[in-house]
């Protein structure tokens, strides 16, 4: 999992001293959102040690499974979960299309085949990579609070945010989704990808790094946030498998691959240990916010 925006390690987040949205911006009627513990016992708050954003991006920008200007294997499971939802909501004949969070740009990329699109990350790494990989498309280097300065809210039709949410801390994950929303032209659409949290202890187990912020979220506790926010959840899916219990192992092997090639009733099984959620989410139709 890679991507950071101080909104996103990737993700507006991944570390950025600037706040991620200001208090003004996010001024809302009646009592602010306030996670309880039935909430913050979902949203997975392991802190790993604190790493330079910038150093760790342009190491992992570039290095050989995460560097490419193509997707990998496990990116390329997202695209599909991601391609699925496009296909099941209608942004419009030539959308205006943000991906929010967009590290080195293989996203920005598939997206731009759907409509305009500009890519942002709050790294300059990551924006850096990405003009070096696509320099025909557009990329920025903002946070949510930059984007909500301009172009300004209700700007798009459509924001992709994948693999950021987890590298956005648990106190401003509501904020980010509100700030997603605030982009977002009534009857827009929005699609999140991010780990499950309920695999967080799993893959700590299974691995010895973390990106600068790793702090997962469940399935229900983001349906409950972002409803929270005024999205609608419209679908929901799991992409990707990691070999990280030795049931996931055996899902991940050749051969048990080969079997679901020819059977693939045999690939239902991997559902529990599909390791990302990709959520499909729409702002009402309703010109005014009515958080």
């Known amino acids: 999992m890679s991507k950071c925006i101080n909104t996103g390690p990737r993700g ?29 016992g979902e949203v997975r708050d392991d802190q790993p040690s604190e790493a330079d954003p910038e150093e760790f991006y342009e190491a992992f920008w570039r ?44 996203l920005t990329r598939a997206l731009s085949r759907y409509g305009e699109v500009v890519g942002t990350d709050v790294v300059a790494a990551s924006v850096q990579r990405a ?64 780990p499950r949290g309920e695999l967080w202890d799993q893959w700590q187990r299974s691995r010895d790094w973390t990106q600068p912020v790793e702090e997962w979220i469940s399935e229900a506790a983001l349906d409950r946030m972002a409803t929270n926010v005024g999205f609608s959840v419209e679908r929901r899916a799991r992409a990707h498998v990691y070999g990280i219990t030795p049931m ?10 080969f079997m ?20 499909l989410l729409r702002r009402s139709r309703q010109g005014a916010d009515t958080i």
């Open 12 to 40: 507006p987040c991944l570390g950025t001293r600037r706040p991620l949205l200001s208090s003004a911006s996010l001024e809302r009627p009646g009592v602010p959102f306030q996670p309880g513990p039935d909430l913050m």
């Open 63 to 106: 290095s050989p499974r995460w560097g490419g200007v193509e997707p990998n294997r496990d990116e390329r499971s997202r695209l599909s979960a991601v391609t699925a939802m496009l296909d099941a909501c209608d942004p419009g004949p030539r959308p205006r299309i943000l991906d929010l969070g967009c590290g080195r740009g293989w």
């Open 131 to 194: 003009r070096e990989l696509h320099p025909d498309l557009t990329f920025e280097q903002t946070d949510l609070q930059g984007l909500l300065d301009s172009p300004g809210e209700e700007s798009f039709d459509l924001v992709v945010s994948s693999e950021v949410l987890e590298h956005i801390k648990n106190t401003e994950k509501h904020d980010f989704l509100h700030g997603i929303h605030q982009l977002l032209r009534p009857g827009g659409y929005a699609i999140v990808t991010t």
């Open 248 to 257: 996931s192992r055996l899902l991940v092997s050749r051969t048990f691959r």
């Open 260 to 279: 679901a090639q020819r059977a693939p009733l045999l690939g239902t099984l991997t559902h529990p240990w599909r390791i990302y959620q990709v959520i």
